[in-house]
């Protein structure tokens, strides 16, 4: 069974830098036909979708967010980031991590909220 649990400071001020972590276990981020993703609620809006990662490493990005968006990812330790700079209060939201099959969103996080405030 493929588990994905999110980590990270629950608190981030405007203009630093969101750092989340994604560990996946009962399955390999490097195993062929799987992608990672990340997706975000913002309270009171819909699910929107930050970026991706696919098994060989290559990432793609959401247009409205590619300028300020980065994932990475280590494969000793089976784990993907997201790095979300020059934050604003508008960014926080519920940040989830995602394994992705055939385009389907099949595993999720439980979710880990970030406040972006000072």
Known sequence: QVQVQESGPG????SQTLSLTC?????????S???WSWIRQPPGKG??????????GSTYYSPSLKSRTS???DT???????????VTPEDTALYY??????????YWGRGTQVTVSS
């Open 11 to 14: 608190l981030v001020k405007p």
């Open 33 to 35: 036909g799987y992608a």
């Open 47 to 56: 699910l929107e979708w930050m970026g991706i990662i696919l098994y060989d």
């Open 76 to 86: 000793s330790k089976n784990q993907f980031s997201l790095q979300l700079n020059s």
């Open 71 to 73: 994932i990475s990812r």
């Open 23 to 31: 560990t996946v276990s009962g399955g390999s981020i490097t195993t």
């Open 97 to 106: 991590c995602t394994r992705v099959r055939d385009s389907s969103h099949d």
